[in-house]
C-alpha cells in the first residue's frame, strides 16, 4: 500500500533533487548544509503530524485550506490533496461561530488576533465530532493565513457530562432529603450550600443564604448559639449534636431544629467545611407536649373520679337537706337567702365535680340542643356575684342565635372558671366583657393562626382588664395544677378544665394577653344547623308524685341513708333501711311480702349491689330495683357491676328527681 509519503512528500522529492545535483563542488559546498536544514525539517514535520491536535492552515477570506497536518488526516479521514481542495467552512461548524467566521473572513490585517469556537467537525465516512479549534491570525511571505489548530473534545465532553450527571445526581439526593442539609467555609462560617428542605424551611431562597452567615440572617441570640456550636465542633473535629435548638423563620415563626453538626476535611487534614443536618421536630415537640398534657389530665381525672364518691354523698347531704330545709322555711323566713347560697354553692361543687369527671373524659356528657346565646345570658347573673362589685360587667352579645350542641351545665362551668380568673386579674378592680358571636372559620383561618378546622362556629370571648400575663405563663395555663397564685389560693385545675370541656365539644380555645394590659379568650364551638336547634324545647317537669309503697334503702353512707329515707318518707313512702349489702338480702328475705321497690347503692361493702341484687332475684325474681351511683354509667359498665338495662340514679341526687324516678319505676308495668 502506498503511502502519502511514497505519492507527494515535497522533503523527499527535495533529497532526490539534491542528490542529483551535478557539480561535485557545488555539491560539496551546500550539501552539509542543506542536509541539516532538511533534518529539521522533517523534525518539525514529525513534531506537528506526531501531535494528537490538527492543523490546519488556512487562507483568509475564503477559509481555503493551504496545507495540513497529518494528524488531521488522520483523525478526519480525508486526505491531504482532498483537504487542499476545499474550505475548512464546508467540513466544520466554523460557519454558525460569529467570531471565527469573522476572523477568518476579514480580509486585511489583524495579525496576532485569536479566537477560540467549540463546533463540529466533518468525518469523511459521514458523522463528526466536537472539536475546540483555536484560531490564530498570522502573515507568513506576506499572505495572511490563519492557523486553525483542532482537539478532539469528544472524550472530554463525554467525561463532562458524566460529571455533570453524577453531580446532579448528587445534588437531587441531597434536595431531597427531608432535612436541612447545609454547609459552611470554616473559616467565615458562610453559606456555601443549602439544599431545598433547608430553603423551604427558612423562607430564604439559595441566593439570598449563600455568603451570608448567621449573624446576618437570624436574630443575635440564635445566631451567636448556632456560631459557639459551630466553633465547637472545628475545635473538635467531630461530630457534635445539638438535639434542641430554635430557629426564626423568614416569616418570624420560631421553629424548633434538631441538629448534627460535622467537620470536613481538605486532604491535608484541615477543617475546610462545617455540614449541618437539621431536622425539623416543630411538630412532634407539639405532640410530645400535647401527650405530656393528656396524661397529666388522665392523672386528674384518676384523681377525680377516685374522690367523686365519696364527694358525691357529701354534696348529697348538704344539697337535700338544703332543700328540705327551704320547704320548711316558708318564703318569708329571713334565712332563707343563705339558705340558697348553701345550696348553691354545693350546686356548684357538684358541677365542678362533674366537670373534673368530664374533663377526664368519664363523665357522659348531656349534650343538648342549645343557644349558646341563651346560655351566656343566663350565666351571667352568677358571674355578677363571682367577680364582685369593683369589677363591670359588660356583654356584648350577637344578634343571631348560636345554635350548638352543648352540655349547658358545662358551658357555664367554663365562663365561671374564666371570671374566677379574670377576678383574680384584677384585684383592684376593673373590666369584663363577655361576647358572643358567629364565626367562619375557612382554610386561610386556620393556616394563618396554627389550630382549628374549617366550619361555623360560635363564639364566645371572654376579656379583662386585669395583670395579664408573660409568653412564658401563657404556654402553660392549661396544664393541670399550673398555678401562679399563692398556697391556698389556686388549684391550677381552672383553666384545664375548660380545656377539658371545650374540647369534648369539639371546640377550640386561644388566648391572647399581655401583662399590664389584660387577657382575651376565645373559645369556639362548633354550630349546628338551625333547624336542629329549633327542635330543642325545654320541658318543664310536673312535680311528682308522692306514694304509699315500702322501699329498702340500701346504702351505706349513714348520712345520704337518712337523707334518702326522709325525703321518701316525707312524701308518704314507707322505707326500711339497709346499710350494706348482706343486710339488703336479709331485710329483703324478711319483708318480701310488702318490699315493692328496692333502692340500692352499687358499691356497698360486705355485698356490692349487684351480688345482692343475684340474691335478691332469686327470692324475688319480680321486685324493681333502682341503683344509686357517684359513678358515671360509663365507668359502672366498664366495670361490669350492673345489669343492662338497670335503672340508675346519680349521685347528688336531687331529691325531686329522686321521686320522680321511683314513682316512675312503681308505675311502670314488668
Ligand atoms: P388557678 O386560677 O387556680 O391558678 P387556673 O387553671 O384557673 O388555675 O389558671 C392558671 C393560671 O393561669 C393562673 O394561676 C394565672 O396565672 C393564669 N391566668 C388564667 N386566667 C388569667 C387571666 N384572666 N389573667 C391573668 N392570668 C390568668
Ligand atoms: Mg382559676
Same mark, same amino acid.
Given at each position: ?106 480580509? +486585511? ?45 469528544? /472524550? ?50 439559595? @441566593?439570598?443564604?449563600?455568603? *451570608? ?36 423563620? *423568614? ?28 431536622? @425539623?421536630?416543630? =411538630? ?40 328540705? +330545709? ?41 349534650? *343538648? ?39 349547658? %351545665? ?13 377576678? =383574680? ?14 364565626? =367562619? ?18 363564639? !364566645? ?56 394590659? %389584660? ?19 325545654? !320541658? ?11 322501699i329498702l334503702v340500701a346504702e351505706d353512707d349513714p348520712?345520704?341513708r337518712?337523707?334518702m329515707q ?9 322505707v326500711i333501711p339497709a346499710e350494706d349489702g348482706q343486710d339488703a338480702v336479709d331485710k329483703f328475705r324478711a319483708n *318480701?311480702?310488702?318490699v315493692?321497690?328496692i333502692l340500692m347503692d352499687?358499691?356497698m361493702p360486705k355485698k356490692?349491689g349487684?351480688?345482692a341484687?343475684?340474691?335478691i ?29 338497670? /335503672? ?23
Amino acid at each position: 500500500m502506498k503511502t502519502y509519503h511514497d505519492t507527494f512528500d515535497p522533503l523527499y522529492a527535495l533529497q532526490k533533487k539534491l542528490a542529483g545535483f551535478g557539480e561535485y563542488s557545488i555539491r560539496k559546498t551546500y550539501y552539509p548544509e542543506l542536509q541539516q536544514r532538511l533534518e529539521e525539517l522533517e523534525r518539525f514535520k514529525a513534531l506537528i503530524d506526531h501531535s494528537n491536535d490538527a492543523l490546519f492552515l488556512i487562507k483568509v477570506v475564503t477559509g481555503r485550506i493551504a496545507d495540513v497536518s497529518e494528524s488531521a488526516c488522520r483523525q478526519m479521514g480525508w486526505t491531504r490533496a482532498e483537504f487542499l481542495e476545499t474550505s475548512l467552512f464546508d467540513l466544520s461548524g466554523l460557519a454558525n461561530c460569529p467570531e471565527a467566521e469573522k476572523l477568518i473572513k476579514q480580509p +486585511l490585517g489583524g495579525g496576532g488576533e485569536r479566537t477560540l469556537a467549540v463546533t463540529d467537525l466533518l468525518w469523511k465516512g459521514g458523522g463528526r465530532f466536537l472539536a475546540e479549534i483555536t484560531l490564530n491570525r498570522m502573515s507568513f511571505h506576506d499572505e495572511d493565513y490563519v492557523l486553525a489548530v483542532a482537539r478532539d473534545i469528544t /472524550e472530554r465532553k463525554r467525561t463532562d457530562e458524566a460529571l455533570r450527571q453524577s453531580e446532579n445526581f448528587l445534588k437531587n439526593i441531597v434536595d431531597n432529603i427531608p432535612a436541612m442539609v447545609f454547609a459552611k467555609d470554616a473559616a467565615e462560617l458562610r453559606y456555601v450550600a443549602i439544599n431545598k428542605a433547608g430553603e423551604q424551611l427558612l423562607g430564604y431562597s439559595r @441566593d439570598e443564604l449563600l455568603g *451570608r452567615g448567621d449573624h446576618d440572617l437570624f436574630p443575635e441570640e440564635q445566631a451567636e448559639f448556632f456560631s459557639s456550636k459551630d466553633r465547637e465542633v472545628l475545635a473538635r473535629r467531630d461530630l457534635l449534636e445539638i438535639p434542641e435548638e430554635t430557629i426564626k423563620t *423568614r416569616s418570624g415563626e420560631d421553629r424548633i431544629l434538631r441538629t448534627r453538626k460535622i467537620p470536613l476535611f481538605d486532604s491535608k487534614g484541615n477543617a475546610r467545611y462545617l455540614l449541618g443536618i437539621a431536622e @425539623d421536630i416543630t =411538630d412532634r415537640k407539639q405532640l410530645e407536649e400535647q401527650l405530656l398534657q393528656s396524661q397529666k389530665m388522665e392523672a386528674v381525672g384518676q384523681l377525680a373520679g377516685g374522690v367523686a364518691h365519696d364527694f358525691n354523698n357529701i354534696l348529697m347531704v348538704i344539697m337535700g337537706y338544703g332543700g328540705m +330545709l327551704k320547704t320548711d322555711l316558708g318564703p318569708d323566713s329571713p334565712h332563707k337567702d343563705k339558705l340558697e347560697q348553701i345550696i348553691d354553692a354545693a350546686e356548684r361543687a357538684a358541677q365542678l365535680t362533674c366537670s373534673l369527671l368530664a374533663f377526664s373524659r368519664k363523665q357522659v356528657m348531656k349534650p *343538648r340542643a342549645a343557644d349558646l346565646k341563651n346560655i351566656v345570658e343566663q350565666v351571667q347573673r352568677f358571674l355578677v356575684r363571682i367577680i364582685g362589685e369593683d369589677i363591670q360587667l359588660r356583654s356584648i352579645l350577637a344578634a343571631d342565635n348560636l345554635p350548638v350542641v352543648v352540655d349547658s %351545665g358545662q358551658i357555664e362551668q367554663v365562663l365561671i372558671n374564666l371570671a374566677t380568673n379574670a377576678r =383574680d386579674a384584677m384585684p383592684k378592680g376593673g373590666l369584663l366583657t363577655i361576647g358572643t358571636g358567629l364565626l =367562619d372559620i375557612d382554610a386561610a383561618f386556620v393556616q394563618a393562626n396554627g389550630y382549628g378546622e374549617p366550619g361555623r362556629y360560635a363564639l !364566645i370571648s371572654v376579656s379583662d382588664s386585669g395583670i395579664g400575663m408573660d409568653e412564658k405563663t401563657r404556654k402553660r395555663i392549661f396544664e393541670p395544677f399550673f398555678t401562679t397564685k399563692e398556697v391556698g389560693k389556686g388549684t391550677g385545675l381552672g383553666m384545664s378544665i375548660v380545656y377539658g370541656i371545650v374540647k369534648q365539644h369539639h371546640g377550640f380555645i386561644n388566648v391572647y394577653s399581655e401583662p399590664q394590659i %389584660g387577657t382575651t379568650f376565645r373559645i369556639y364551638i362548633p354550630l349546628i344547623a338551625r333547624e336542629l336547634a329549633e327542635c330543642e324545647r325545654i !320541658i318543664t317537669p310536673a312535680p311528682p308524685k308522692g306514694g304509699s309503697e315500702t322501699i329498702l334503702v340500701a346504702e351505706d353512707d349513714p348520712g345520704v341513708r337518712k337523707l334518702m329515707q326522709e325525703v321518701l318518707t316525707g312524701s308518704g313512702y314507707t322505707v326500711i333501711p339497709a346499710e350494706d349489702g348482706q343486710d339488703a338480702v336479709d331485710k329483703f328475705r324478711a319483708n *318480701r311480702a310488702t318490699v315493692k321497690l328496692i333502692l340500692m347503692d352499687i358499691i356497698m361493702p360486705k355485698k356490692s349491689g349487684k351480688e345482692a341484687c343475684c340474691e335478691i332475684r332469686l327470692i324475688d325474681d319480680d321486685v324493681k330495683i333502682l341503683y344509686s351511683s357517684g359513678y358515671t354509667l360509663d365507668i359502672i359498665q366498664s366495670r361490669d357491676v350492673l345489669d343492662t338495662g338497670a /335503672e340508675l340514679v346519680m349521685k347528688p341526687v336531687q331529691p325531686l328527681e329522686l321521686l320522680r324516678k321511683v314513682r316512675e319505676l312503681l308505675d311502670n308495668e314488668r
